[in-house]
């Protein structure tokens, strides 16, 4: 293939090629060619023009296949356009040659069709360039037409498109030939010519004046004309005309004055009758009213009616948004006089008036819910409204009227009945749409919207009640606040009305609505509303009986509200359960004897209601059983059952009753049957096995004797094909746009579609997927349905023989049918029977015996063969569900076997079709058929088949069957991969572009090949690459062709490519084609579209979106989809604007997952462009919110000058990128906001630090940062936060929240000690206010209180009066929080205020934490800067009044809130008690939720504890448990419970409790709740909860009281200690451990308390006298045994263990033998590491202080152990000389640890004293063990530790010689070491050695180092300091003989200081080398002077002495001396500079 890829064809290659590989090369060199030619240089291409036009001329003759033609034509005229055009002539005249030509042979078809095809895209892209030559070839080509096939037919239409394209204007006068020719192909036989032609004629009409004024009628006549007997292609290319021409038609300004004589301006009104008549009459013509439209028996064709439904649509969408917001008055009462009474014909049956409904319904909800913004809508909304009551004046007018005379007939009520379902259910998707932005319409008062809907409950027609039903049940999902109110207004009137049949009626279908709505509302409705209804049905059921005229109703009212009060779900449920198992027990006789009984009484009325009350009852079951599952315990299954066999009984004895009391009860009799039928299948089987021979009597009689005579295929049998398999079936089964309406024309005329007033009782269920209303089918097809479904259910169950006499039986049926019945019969058999097969396979049950398998496969045979291609796709499922049942290899090999002895020898399109199908499914359920034969025989017959060129069918099937089998056949499939990929190629380049669904089938094979291949298509070699190259031509094949389907098949093959292969994929290409077709008029093209543009975001986002701006750029006019602005917005903003208008929910979905992708990759490099998208999407709607924010008499008067300008606005909308989207789009916009600020989160720092930001732009000003579009952000949030959409208020609060979050910290460069969210908070707070209003949703107020919170809490404002502001919608909502349940609204659930009360607590409890936490830091910091220096104070002062003013603000309600908090809390602790508890929870519920909805209540206690808990905790520690309220426990509360008197009745409550009983109360059920929690916290509990638990554990610790508690309660410790073990081992956050590991040490800290407490007091108590004898105290006690799980130590040390080991494994001994870990390698452990090591130390310093003697010196080898591990591990050099927090810690724990008062206790004394020694000897080893090491070993910390033990111990640990010995000899070995900073810190701790008080310990050390140390200071003399370190060394050197002197005994005191005083004169410099020194040396002569000065005096004599005998020395003296008082004077005048730097360096923890 790449010799293929040059200019010229290369022909020597292309002659040794085989006939198709020929084609594939050609076909391969063209699509070279045209990526090649508009980038090659004009001169090369005028070099080879003339060869390369031979060779595309000569390519004519060759018969090319149709992509071939097409590349062939394409290139020639792009070829031409660049090059030269004088040849052109000479190649349009072989064109017309070839078309002229007599021969009439097929072999010559191809060569005649690719010259017409050249022709086409010549004059398409040269137009007038080409003169006049025009005319000749279009009579030429129409010359051609008229004996052309319908391929012929077919391309001369495109072809003629192309022309009429290219030549514009200038075609004039052929137009009226070609609108000739193209009339006769609009009509044709062929449907792809129909296509064709309708596209040519829409082409024609740009030009063509006369199509749409002088011939406009006979364009619309012929346009009917061709829907008729039409396809779904046929439909949308007709109505696309006709809507275009029409639109034009209406629009069109009178042209020029040749024209003038014929033109016809046509107003609106006569363009929408124009349409009308073909709606009303169809295709018979306007005049010519036929003899059967006279008698009244024609009825138009489905397909008319839904063509023209898509022309008005179509009609419409031209004319645009706009326009329809103008006329749409006029628009509507058009529409809906479609269905009035002035058409009686379109609604004379059901049936008709059904399909004209939906029609009328499609057009208002393409239109009014497509193209109008919100705005535009509500508007819309009212108009609607009009129309209803309009419509319920004319009602109330024919109702009341009681002179008989004038009485306008029922005719007239009843026609008005289609407009009213149509504007109710228009009005009602409306609304529900609008969500509630809806609710300005619905409080204005002037429209009346409620009371319209609610006045039409009363209509007299059925279908009218339910559908207003429907629409109260869409305003109550829309808008949640009016579902009580409504309820309320509904039970009202349907008491109050109870005498009025419809009123019983329509309002019990309103209610029922409505409790269906319920669970679609998260706020719920009151629990009582459940109570109030089952009142009102058990009043209707038991009075149905007293008034006959209105007893039917009564009862189906009673039932239908038990029924829809189910769907409420378990909670509501049981409390109405035993009322609702009663009345299911009386409505059925008990006994067989009563039900004989019943029949001989009674007459058909009575029977009727009998009926329909049981029909009732078992509908109200079966929604019991279906939605309260949790119920069905095994007690209420028993109390189910006993009606249950009268039930059946009743069923049997249906047609004896039947024909007892004749037709009237029919209906009533199939309604019971099919609700029956529902009941049992649901249920488990097992529950009525008794009955299953009766009920399957029953069910095969319905399957065999169908009473109606309709074809139910379409209903049923759908859901048994496999979903892949319908595809085959044409575009009505897939998913359209159109499916709403096309549905119908699936039906055959017999049958409606669905309606709700078919079922009443589905107006409370779910709605299906992808339908707006419910759309129950009639009665006798919804029980075959129900049938087939429950006969697959018992079927299953029954035994072996009985199956084989119900299948025998069934069959015998199906042979006994004569006619069309039989292939009903035999519909409904198979449907039932598919139906049991998927039931056996879902158990894993078996068919049974041979005998049983037999006819099982007769009946699926049968079917396979059937003229109903649904019948054969299901039966084929059918076949392979039954191999699968089977299981037998043997059998499958069979049914195979038998297919291809069909296929071999059967010659018919039926049987071929339908075994190739069977081959494929047979692979479906067996994983492969696992022989190669098998497949090889498969493969061959397939290849065979899918080449039949003569049944397009036949290919079809063939090749989807082969698709199945190389997707299934798995690896086995390999071998036969090139050979198929071949016969695809081969058949993609020759199947003609007519046959779509062959191209469809191999589109499929096509993907499944690739799938097949996967991975490997990534290789390299010349097969694979080979095969690669296949793939993408085949690809590019289907991308050509015109059919959208087969392009979306391309597309996902495509997408597949790229998935395995993505280098090869050709990106650019990809994303133009899909950029083109994003808003394609085929839905399942735009899924592919987006489904492509998802996988390739996620590797490529960048690039995907480059290359669809470049696209745009580059091309010209070829790429304008309507809808789509790629050019502003980039691909992110079309797919935003393409969320915005779409209406499939998985479309929608996608593009959501797509934007997100993109956004997650670019974002933050495309931050400017994002924002802006999502600024302008919110924004769109800004103009519409504005009323938030205006008062409210002003708002009244906009309201009502707006509707009037709604309609006629004039604005021009293209300026804005989004006109009006809808509300869920502006919340998608808003969580994107959020998201693309968590990107900029990760992404970089100065994202959130204005300074740098502003820094790093200045230096780039291509570089953006979120910080500089603050601004923006609040602007959003601000804006989406006070909409009127609830759901983006929620959004807009929660972006809110994250922008406070991120932000609140980042200070305002400009005003120091201000932050930049401070200029904001004006906007914060008017966006925060309208969510506190009265009558605000409680879920947005709750999400308010925690924006409020977390503003105050952020510090943001620190002006006390600025925070008030928000501080006061706090306030208001505890007021309401204060009121507790007492207060509800009777608006929502109860469970709802719950939510907003704990809202506010934990809003209250964030702002009290953060308020003690600042007051905490500042008084640490306060004491701090009291230490250092007093100018902090002033500002100090400042921070504290905003921090005590915080504190100030909550201290108001505290007292409030610290109850209200205390009572949250105690019913926290009742729910989580476990189930077992439940008896002893109080009755009437806790504080703040009631007893019913405690499950509801649940989640919102789990969302809030755990902040209520710590600042509870605060709360109770600041007052140190010492506050008990006075009125605690007084009995007349101000509050009906309080948390204290809560649970105890008021006879057993004692008057007042004690304080301490109070705090310890309070004490168990904060510690009980954390305890409970940290026990076992879910796996998603939040971090933030097990933080804040663990800080109240420490703020309750933080108090004496609670300590002693602690401390005393041994068990308690030791379980509270367990518990945190647990929680260290499970939760690997840092953060949670330290917090954990301070509460440790906090009940350490009791537990010593608690010692030395008893200690003392028995000190007390026995006196000083008798010491000895005293009682040990702590753990441990006389023996020192620790009992694992008892010992609180025990527990410690485990914990502490766990810690250290967690991070620095080499402490484990287990470990440390392991040969891994012995390499010794230090660890560097990160900071929080550190961290936590460090806190673990200290815990174990502490741990002796709390056991008795003989206990401590159990523990004290593992403690000593830990702590010199630890410093041992972690002792290591760091670059800057600083010390590791680790080794810091560990000398501090050794230090204290040493200290103890243990080591010195008489009973441990010497223990403690060995072990001691042995841990000295251990650091001294490390020296020894770290020789290979010793470059990286801190020596310092190991001799810090060694000073430690020698300075902390008593002496008798650290004198024995051999110790003392090696540890002067380590201090000896680091005197002598290199680095200065050692020495330094060396003389430090030897200083401090040698002042040691006791002498035996310093003298040692004093004789052995000493003399070494003066040595050193003698060699400075002649070496004088380089830097500061060694001057340091040098100064601390000096310090040491100075101690030394001031320490030695009287007599040597004189030596030393001889010694000492010349090196301190050697340091002086006289005054010329004093201005020459180094620095270094100035501090040194500084610092030796000072000494000097203050040493001299003190040894007077001495100093005198030696000054006397060395003259050098006085000199110096004097020098120094003199020069030192000279510059004291000098800097006197400046300030006095410290000498030497001494004072700032200190070892950085003091340890000694």
Same mark, same amino acid.
């Given at each position: ?44 291409? &005028? ?146 010519? &129909? ?21 406009? $009628? ?73 003899? $059967? ?76 819910? !497509?193209? +109008? ?40 009520? #009843? ?12 009005? !009602?998707?409306? *609304?529900?749409?609008? !969500? ?20 039409? *409950? ?103 509200? *038990? ?315 059918? +076949? ?167 392009? =979306? ?80 917005? !980039? ?98 916009? =808003? ?134 502001? @928000? ?140 902040? *209520? ?141 608690? @010692? ?92 002796? =202080? ?8 159990? @523990? ?48 441990? &004394? ?36 060694? #000073? ?71 060699? #400075? ?19 040491? =003989? ?27 410099? $006289? ?82």
């Amino acid at each position: 293939m790449e010799l293929a890829h040059s200019l010229l064809l290369n022909e020597e290659a292309y002659n040794q090629l085989g006939e198709f590989q020929k084609a594939e090369f050609v076909f391969e060199w063209l699509r070279f060619l045209e990526k090649l030619l508009p980038a090659t240089s004009r001169a090369d291409i &005028r070099e080879n023009q003339k060869k390369l036009v031979e060779q595309l001329t000569s390519l004519l003759n060759k018969s090319p296949g149709p992509p071939t033609r097409r590349l062939v034509a394409k290139n020639l005229a792009v070829l031409y356009s660049t090059g030269d055009t004088f040849s052109v002539y000479q190649t349009i005249d072989k064109c017309n040659e070839l078309i002229r030509s007599k021969d009439d042979s097929p072999s010559y078809l191809p060569t005649k069709l690719a010259a017409v095809v050249c022709l086409g895209y010549l004059y398409k892209k040269l137009g007038r360039i080409l003169g006049n030559s025009f005319t000749d070839t279009v009579g030429n080509v129409l010359k051609a037409m008229k004996n052309a096939e319908s391929q012929g037919r077919y391309e001369i239409m495109l072809s003629l498109q192309n022309i009429l394209n290219g030549l514009g204007a200038a075609a004039i006068p052929c137009h009226r030939d070609i609108y000739k020719a193209a009339r006769s192909c609009l009509t044709d036989r062929s449907m792809a010519v &129909r296509c064709a032609a309708a596209k040519c004629l829409l082409e024609l009409q740009n030009e063509a004046v006369f199509m749409w004024s002088t011939d406009l $009628d006979s364009v619309v006549t012929l346009c009917f004309k061709s829907f008729e007997g039409s396809n779904y292609d046929v439909r949308l290319a007709v109505s696309k005309l006709l809507g275009t021409v029409l639109a034009r038609a209406v629009t069109s300004k009178q042209t020029t004055a040749s024209t003038r004589q014929n033109f016809r301006r046509i107003s609106l009104e006569e363009a929408m009758e124009l349409l009308g008549t073909g709606f009303l009459r169809g295709s018979c013509g306007f005049l010519r009213a036929s003899g $059967d439209m006279l008698k009244g028996t024609s009825s138009v064709s489905r397909d008319v009616r839904v063509g023209v439904t898509q022309a008005y649509v179509v009609f419409v969408s031209t004319l645009g948004g706009q326009w329809l917001e103008r006329n749409f008055s006029a628009f509507l009462s058009h529409i809906l006089d479609l269905v009035s009474q002035s058409h009686p014909k379109a609604i004379q049956t059901q049936m008709d008036a059904i399909c004209c409904r939906r029609c009328i319904s499609f057009i208002l909800r393409a239109t009014v819910g !497509g193209l +109008l913004g919100e705005k535009a809508q509500i508007a819309a909304a009212k108009e609607i409204c009009q129309a209803i009551w309009k419509l319920k004046k004319v009602v109330d007018a024919a109702m009341s009227d009681s002179n008989l005379e004038t009485r306008i007939t029922t005719t007239d009520v #009843t026609a008005s009945q289609h407009v009213l379902v149509c504007t109710l259910q228009e009005l !009602g998707s409306l *609304i529900h749409g609008l !969500g509630t932005t809806a609710a300005p319409l619905l409080q204005d008062s002037s429209t009346g919207i409620l009371e319209a809907v609610i006045s039409v *409950i009363l209509h007299p027609s059925i279908s009218v009640r339910l559908t207003a039903a429907w629409c109260l049940r869409c305003i109550a999902i829309a808008l949640p606040s009016y579902v009580s109110l409504l309820l309320d207004r509904c039970i009202e009137r349907l008491s109050v009305l109870k005498s009025s049949p419809e009123a019983v009626t329509g309002y019990s279908f309103a209610v029922a609505a409505l409790l269906g709505a319920v669970k679609l509302c998260p706020l719920g409705i009151p629990h009582g509303k459940g109570k109030v209804i089952m009142t009102v049905a058990e009043d209707l059921l038991c009075s149905a009986s007293q008034n006959s005229r209105i007893s039917l109703q009564r009862t189906q009212a009673g039932w239908l509200l *038990i029924a829809a009060l189910m769907t409420l779900g378990p909670a509501v449920v049981q409390h109405h359960l035993p009322r609702m198992l009663l009345l299911w027990k009386c409505i059925f006789p008990l006994s067989p004897k009563d039900l004989e009984m019943e029949k001989t009484r009674g007459d058909s009325f009575t029977w009727q209601v009998t009926l329909e009350g049981r029909a009732g009852a078992l509908c109200a079951i079966k929604s019991f059983v279906s939605h309260c599952a949790g119920l069905l315990t095994d007690e209420v299954v028993q109390r189910l059952l006993p009606p249950l066999p009268s039930a059946v009984d009743l069923l049997t004895q249906l047609s004896s009753i039947y024909k007892l009391y004749g037709n009237s009860l029919k209906t009533s009799s199939i309604v019971y049957r099919h609700k029956l039928y529902e009941l049992l299948a649901v249920l488990p089987p097992k529950t009525y096995e008794g009955s299953f021979s009766a009920v399957l009597r029953e069910l095969v009689a319905d399957l065999t004797v169908p009473d109606s005579q309709i074809d139910a295929s379409t209903f049923l049998l759908p859901p048994l094909c496999h979903a892949n398999d319908l595809l085959l079936l044409g575009p009505l089964l897939q998913e359209t746009d159109h499916r709403f309406i096309e549905e119908q024309l699936l039906l055959g005329n017999s049958t409606a579609g669905g309606s709700l007033e078919y079922d009443p009782y589905s107006v409370y269920e779910k709605v299906a997927k992808g339908d707006s209303v419910p759309k129950p089918l009639p009665p006798m097809l919804s029980v075959i349905s129900a049938a087939a479904h429950l006969f697959g259910v018992i079927f299953s169950h029954v035994a072996e023989s009985q199956r084989l006499q119900v299948l025998e039986q069934l069959l015998d049926s199906i042979k006994q049918a004569k006619g069309s019945r039989q292939q009903i019969v035999q519909l409904n058999v198979v449907s039932a029977f598919s139906t049991s097969l998927k039931h056996l396979a879902s158990c894993k049950g078996s068919l049974g015996p041979e005998e049983v398998r037999r006819p099982a496969l007769t009946l699926v045979m049968g079917a396979l063969e059937s003229n109903n291609q649904l019948l054969r796709c299901a039966a084929a499922e059918c +076949l392979a569900r039954l191999a699968q049942v089977v299981s037998d290899s043997a059998f499958t090999a069979g049914l195979a076997q038998v297919s291809f002895d069909k296929l071999k020898s059967a010659r018919d399109v039926v049987s071929r079709t339908g075994h190739s199908l069977a081959l494929g499914c047979l692979y479906r359920y067996l994983g492969g058929i696992g022989s190669t034969q098998h497949l090889n025989a498969c493969v061959g017959i397939l290849y065979t088949l899918s080449q039949d060129s003569t049944s397009p069918d036949v290919q079809a099937w063939a090749l989807h069957s082969l698709s199945l089998i190389v997707d299934l056949a798995g690896p086995l499939f390999h071998v036969h991969v090139e050979p198929t990929l071949s016969l695809v190629l081969m058949l993609l380049l020759t199947v003609p572009p007519a046959y779509t669904e062959v191209h469809q089938s191999l589109g499929r094979c096509l993907n499944a090949l690739i799938t097949a291949l996967g991975p490997e298509l990534q290789g390299s070699s010349t097969t694979v690459s080979a095969l690669r190259t296949s793939c993408l031509l085949g690809c590019a094949v289907m991308q050509d062709n015109p059919d959208c389907l087969v392009q =979306a098949q391309a597309i996902s093959c495509l997408q597949q490519l790229h998935m395995f292969a993505p280098r090869h994929v050709n990106l650019s290409s990809l994303v133009s084609c899909l950029c083109v077709n994003l808003c394609s008029s085929y839905l399942l093209l735009r899924r592919a579209v987006v489904a492509c543009l998802r996988q390739l975001v996620q590797r490529e986002a960048a690039e995907v979106s480059e290359y669809a701006v470049a696209l745009v750029k580059e091309s010209r006019e070829d790429f304008t989809p309507a809808d789509v602005n790629i050019r502003e917005i !980039g691909l992110e903003g079309a797919l935003l604007g393409l969320l915005d208008k779409e209406l499939d929910q998985r479309l929608c979905q996608d593009i959501k997952e797509t934007l997100s992708h993109m956004l997650t990759s670019m974002a933050v490099e495309k931050l400017s462009f994002w924002l802006k998208l999502c600024k302008d999407v919110l924004a769109a709607s800004a103009d519409f919110n504005t009323v938030a924010s205006v008062d409210t008499t002003q708002e009244e008067e906009t309201a009502k000058a707006d509707d009037a300008s709604i309609l006629t606005s004039t604005s021009d909308e293209r300026s804005h990128p989004f006109s009006n989207p809808r509300w869920s789009t502006r919340v998608f916009a =808003a969580e994107c906001v959020c998201k693309i600020i968590s990107q900029c989160e990760n992404a970089d720092s100065a994202h959130f630090d204005i300074t740098l930001a502003q820094e790093r732009k200045q230096r780039d000003s291509r570089d953006d940062f979120l910080v500089l579009h603050l601004a923006d952000l609040i602007r959003m949030a601000f804006m989406a936060a006070t909409d009127h959409s609830d759901q983006l208020r929620l959004s807009g609060l929660q972006t809110l929240l994250i922008v406070v979050r991120k932000f609140a910290a980042v200070p305002e460069p400009e005003f120091p000690g201000h932050v930049i969210l401070e200029q904001y908070q004006a906007n914060v707070g008017a966006a925060l206010r309208p969510a506190f209003a009265p009558e605000t949703p409680p879920d947005v107020t709750a999400k308010a209180c925690q924006v409020c919170s977390a503003w105050i809490a952020s510090g943001v404002v620190s002006d006390l009066n600025d925070l008030r502001r @928000v501080h006061q919608l706090l306030v208001s909502s505890l007021v309401k929080a204060q009121a507790g349940k007492e207060a509800q609204s009777q608006q929502y659930n109860e469970s709802t205020s719950t939510m907003e009360i704990l809202a506010v607590l934990k809003a209250w409890a964030e702002v009290y934490i953060v308020a003690v936490e600042k007051q905490k830091n500042l008084s640490d910091a306060h004491n701090h800067s009291l230490k250092i220096v007093n100018s902090t104070e002033e500002s100090y002062r400042d921070t504290a009044s905003s921090a005590s003013g915080l504190l100030d603000l909550v201290q108001a309600d505290l007292g409030t809130l610290s109850k209200l908090w205390l009572a949250a809390l105690q019913d926290f602790a009742l729910l989580t008690l476990p189930s077992e508890y439940a008896s002893q929870l109080p009755a009437e519920g806790g504080t703040f939720y009631t007893a019913e909805t405690i499950e509801n209540a649940r989640p919102h206690y789990y969302n809030s504890w755990a902040l *209520i808990l710590y600042a509870t905790a605060l709360w109770l520690t600041s007052t140190g448990f010492i506050v008990v309220d006075p009125d605690e426990g007084v009995t007349n509360l101000s509050r009906p419970v309080t948390p204290t008197t809560m649970c105890q009745d008021s006879s057993s409550r004692p008057l007042v409790k004690s304080p301490e009983d109070v705090n310890t109360d309070r004490f168990h059920l904060i510690l009980g709740i954390s305890v409970e929690f940290l026990c076992s916290p879910r796996s998603d509990a939040a971090m933030e909860n097990i933080i804040a638990c663990l800080r109240a554990l420490q703020a309750l610790f933080d108090v004496p009281w609670p300590r002693s508690k602690i401390g005393g309660d041994q068990e308690l410790g030791v379980e509270l200690l367990n518990v945190l073990h647990r929680l260290i081992l499970t939760r690997e956050s840092p953060d949670t451990q330290l917090a954990a590991l301070e509460v440790v040490r906090l009940i350490l800290f009791a537990a010593q308390e608690h @010692v030395k407490e008893k200690r003392r007091s028995a000190e007390v108590d026995d006196g000083a006298a008798e010491k000895e004898t005293l009682p040990e105290f702590g753990e441990g006690k006389d023996t020192g045994g620790l009992v694992p799980g008892k010992s609180l130590v025990f527990a410690t040390l485990e914990l502490c263990v766990c810690i250290l080991v967690r991070q620095l494994p080499q402490l484990n001994p287990k470990l440390t033998c392991s040969p891994s870990v012995q390499s010794g390698k230090h660890l560097l452990l990160s900071e929080d590491g550190s961290r936590l090591v460090s806190a673990a130390l200290v815990i174990l310093s502490d741990v002796p =202080a709390i056991c008795s003697p003989e206990g401590s010196v159990s @523990v004290l080898p593992t403690i000593l152990y830990l702590i010199i591990g630890v410093l041992k591990e972690t002792a290591v050099k760091l670059r800057d000389g600083q010390l590791p927090l680790t080794v810091a810690a560990s000398l501090q724990a050794l230090k204290g640890l040493l200290s103890s008062p243990m080591a010195r206790a008489e009973k441990s &004394r010497a223990a403690w004293t060995d072990l001691l020694r042995s841990a000295l000897v251990t650091v001294l080893d490390c020296w020894d063990q770290a020789d290979g090491l010793l470059q990286e070993l801190d020596e310092i910390s190991l001799l810090t530790a060694v #000073t430690v033990f020698i300075m902390s111990t008593s002496p008798e640990v650290t004198t024995i010689e051999c110790l003392q010995k090696r540890c002067i000899e380590k201090f000896k070995l680091t005197l002598d070491s290199k680095d200065p900073s050692v020495q330094h810190k060396c003389y430090q701790l030897l200083h401090s050695i040698f002042q040691h008080p006791n002498k035996t310990v310093s003298y040692p050390y004093i004789h052995s180092l000493a003399s070494s140390i003066v040595g050193k200071l003698q060699e #400075t003399e002649k070496a004088k300091p380089e830097n500061a370190a060694e001057l340091q060394v040098i100064q601390e050197g000096i310090k040491m =003989a100075i101690a030394l002197t001031a320490t030695a005994e009287e007599e040597h005191r004189a030596h030393l200081a001889a010694c000492l005083f010349p090196i301190l004169v050697s340091f002086l410099l $006289d005054e010329n080398a004093l201005v020459s020194a180094t620095n270094s040396a100035k501090y040194l002569h500084e610092f030796a002077l000072q000494n000097l000065m203050q040493i001299g005096p003190q040894y007077s004599s001495v100093f005198k002495k030696l000054i006397a005998s060395s003259p050098t020395m006085k000199a110096r003296l004097e020098s120094a001396v003199k020069g030192n008082q000279e510059s004291i004077k000098v800097k006197t005048a400046k300030h006095a500079k410290n000498p030497g730097k001494s004072s700032s360096i200190q070892l950085k923890t003091n340890f000694l």
